[in-house]
């Protein structure tokens, strides 16, 4: 009978053999009793009390110096026969303490319930054996993550290169499993191996929002919708094999899912090409890859705008400039920004001239930086909302383009400053690093905001610039607050 059941995400929860850890010889464990065989262990946990069980949830290594054990051969007998039925991995008994050996009638205990035993010597405190443990899961999670982020670049690479049906192919051999995709009226997309078929996805997942399971002896399915709506999917997934998913598999099914709405949902082929290539980028593909054709050099010279304009994505892609551009959400959620365009540097003096109406920029980039250059180009963003664009740091390229454009400006205020002996360009520097708050600009330069505005209309009448235009505070942010 099948049971059905919502499958949350769940973590990379792993475990220790017990086998490992008693071959670490810097501890000095010895197996006394072998138990039934090699259990997993998620923790060592030091527990001096006498009815252990309330403490355990399965998979302890259960550390005692026996301090709190029973005397009687029954009472041991009750206290083993209680880690054994709430999971205890194993029982470790430091000897040298209260008991110079391990109790026979404890030793006979663990051999009827098959509860492994360990002899812990006197010099190995049990916090080194907690933190051999803690370390290994450590090193396994990691290890396992690298696998798992592995697989994510595989599968991004695969939907660039063909599509579903490699997309398809790729997760069912990741997984070891059959892989069905099928659209939202259950028409077939692609199938890999023993897939689970399209009545039974459709048995499976009628009034059930979310990803479901489905268990039977020796079939384990599971179904993933994706989309943007979990209520209202686009399609599903489906994954089959005759053993349980794990939590990386899971993790593994529900990228694909995201690449499969990259590469469904968007109604032209070359957006959705432009989409799965920066995120690509941010997957680790190596720049010959991911920019073949792209107009975009593969040695560094990107820049990542963040902005909120579709007019100027229009206008950049009529023209023929080379870019990738992605609507952020879609590559990675990201709060008010609703494009992340790659550029030449080259392309900076234009950007700078017609930039969008809100714009991040990230600094100069090589493919590997991606990652970076995102959070740059949305913190700039951030900062950007009085101005309308704003550098991360120093942009290398567009300074010609800056000076261009508003050196005139700077050189004015220059000389003023120099001949009149006044403040300009200290002023207006101040305000415009506070983002245009005069109250907190004053502050900085201990003069009265009324003193600091009295200076910013002289700046205008001395530059020829309207402070008020933001496309005029970004040039001269670029050029005096960098």
Do not use: Y
């Given at each position: 009978m099948w049971i059905m059941y919502a499958s949350p995400l769940d973590d990379l929860s792993t475990a220790v053999p017990l086998s490992w850890l008693v071959a670490r010889r810097e501890l000095g464990l010895t197996l006394r009793v072998i138990g039934a065989g090699d259990p997993a262990v998620w923790i060592a946990h030091a527990i001096e009390v006498t009815e252990p069980e309330e403490w355990l949830r399965g998979g302890e290594f259960v550390l005692t110096t026996g301090i709190r054990l029973p005397r009687s051969a029954a009472g041991q007998e009750s206290y083993v026969a209680g880690l054994a039925a709430h999971g205890a991995a194993a029982l470790g008994f430091g000897v040298g303490m209260r008991f110079a050996e391990i109790p026979e009638a404890l030793v006979a205990a663990?051999?009827?319930?098959?509860?492994?035993?360990?002899?812990?010597?006197?010099?190995?405190?049990?916090?080194?054996?907690?933190?051999?443990?803690?370390?290994?899961?450590?090193?396994?999670?990691?290890?396992?993550?690298?696998?798992?982020?592995?697989?994510?670049?595989?599968?991004?690479?695969?939907?660039?290169?063909?599509?579903?049906?490699?997309?398809?192919?790729?997760?069912?051999?990741?997984?070891?499993?059959?892989?069905?995709?099928?659209?939202?009226?259950?028409?077939?997309?692609?199938?890999?191996?023993?897939?689970?078929?399209?009545?039974?996805?459709?048995?499976?997942?009628?009034?059930?929002?979310?990803?479901?399971?489905?268990?039977?002896?020796?079939?384990?399915?599971?179904?993933?919708?994706?989309?943007?709506?979990?209520?209202?999917?686009?399609?599903?997934?489906?994954?089959?094999?005759?053993?349980?998913?794990?939590?990386?598999?899971?993790?593994?099914?529900?990228?694909?899912?995201?690449?499969?709405?990259?590469?469904?949902?968007?109604?032209?082929?070359?957006?959705?090409?432009?989409?799965?290539?920066?995120?690509?980028?941010?997957?680790?593909?190596?720049?010959?890859?991911?920019?073949?054709?792209?107009?975009?050099?593969?040695?560094?010279?990107?820049?990542?705008?963040?902005?909120?304009?579709?007019?100027?994505?229009?206008?950049?892609?009529?023209?023929?400039?080379?870019?990738?551009?992605?609507?952020?959400?879609?590559?990675?959620?990201?709060?008010?920004?609703?494009?992340?365009?790659?550029?030449?540097?080259?392309?900076?003096?234009?950007?700078?001239?017609?930039?969008?109406?809100?714009?991040?920029?990230?600094?100069?980039?090589?493919?590997?930086?991606?990652g970076r250059g995102w959070s740059e180009a949305a913190a700039a963003f951030d900062r950007a909302a009085p101005m309308g664009l704003v550098a991360a740091g120093e942009v290398a390229g567009s300074r010609r383009a800056v000076d261009q454009l508003a050196g005139a400006w700077v050189a004015a205020l220059t000389s003023y400053d120099e001949e009149q002996g006044t403040a300009l360009v200290p002023t207006l520097t101040a305000w415009l690093g506070q983002h245009g708050n005069a109250d907190r600009a004053a502050t900085e330069l201990g003069c009265h905001r009324h003193t600091l505005r009295h200076r910013l209309r002289k700046v205008g009448e001395v530059a020829g610039v309207d402070l008020d235009d933001p496309r005029t505070r970004a040039l001269l942010t670029l050029a005096l607050v960098g």
């Open positions: 663990c051999a009827e319930t098959r509860l492994p035993l360990v002899e812990v010597p006197l010099p190995t405190p049990f916090v080194a054996i907690a933190r051999t443990v803690s370390d290994r899961l450590a090193e396994l999670r990691s290890r396992r993550l690298k696998e798992v982020l592995d697989g994510q670049r595989s599968l991004t690479r695969s939907a660039l290169r063909g599509g579903v049906a490699a997309l398809t192919r790729t997760l069912g051999r990741l997984i070891e499993g059959g892989v069905l995709v099928a659209g939202a009226e259950g028409g077939c997309l692609a199938r890999h191996g023993a897939a689970p078929s399209v009545h039974e996805l459709h048995v499976e997942t009628a009034g059930r929002p979310g990803a479901v399971a489905a268990l039977a002896p020796g079939k384990n399915q599971e179904f993933v919708p994706f989309g943007p709506s979990a209520q209202s999917p686009m399609g599903w997934i489906g994954i089959q094999r005759t053993w349980p998913f794990g939590s990386s598999e899971r993790l593994l099914v529900q990228h694909a899912a995201a690449l499969l709405a990259l590469l469904l949902v968007e109604p032209t082929a070359e957006r959705t090409e432009q989409v799965v290539l920066l995120r690509g980028l941010l997957d680790g593909f190596t720049a010959a890859d991911a920019l073949r054709g792209c107009a975009l050099p593969d040695r560094g010279g990107l820049h990542l705008v963040a902005h909120d304009d579709d007019a100027w994505v229009s206008g950049w892609e009529r023209k023929g400039r080379p870019g990738l551009h992605a609507p952020a959400a879609m590559v990675r959620a990201t709060p008010d920004i609703t494009w992340m365009s790659l550029i030449a540097a080259e392309d900076l003096p234009r950007l700078v001239e017609r930039a969008p109406r809100r714009a991040g920029v990230s600094s100069s980039l090589v493919a590997e930086d991606l």
